[in-house]
Nanobody, 118 residues
Framework: VQLQASGGGLVQPGGSLRLSCAAS?????MAWFRQIPGKEREFVAA????????LYGESAEGRFTISRDIGDNTVSLQMNRLKPEDTATYYCAAGSQWDKRPSHYTFWGQGTQVTVSS
């Protein structure tokens, strides 16, 4: 599976940003993680491959929404009410397991940088 993440950029605190992950196949669970230098990769959100079940990390709950567009094999992450602490490189991932741990995801896209700053 090939994954291509896009949509990162600079946004002011309180603003919104939408990340997209184009996948060559969508028959895997899809997830978003983020990472800042020197820290472990952090789980953000996941979506079950065949239905609407979603899972969110504590930092994303209530502000971020993961969705999928089967028509163009894309998984998106809508991020609202962004905070400076959301600044990180965001990665999309695909895997067969339903899990928050990055080690349980097999395929990874390149990261896209999100910077929240005034």
């Amino acid at each position: 599976v090939q994954l291509q993440a896009s949509g990162g950029g600079l946004v002011q605190p309180g603003g919104s940003l939408r990340l997209s992950c184009a996948a060559s196949k969508l028959n895997y669970n899809m997830a978003w993680f983020r990472q800042i230098p020197g820290k472990e990769r952090e789980f953000v959100a996941a979506r079950w491959w065949s239905g609407g079940a979603t899972l969110y990390g504590e930092s994303a709950e209530g502000r971020f929404t993961i969705s999928r567009d089967i028509g163009d094999n894309t998984v998106s992450l809508q991020m609202n009410r962004l905070k400076p602490e959301d600044t990180a490189t965001y990665y999309c991932a695909a895997g067969s397991q339903w899990d928050k741990r990055p080690s349980h995801y097999t395929f990874w896209g390149q990261g896209t940088q999100v910077t929240v700053s005034s």
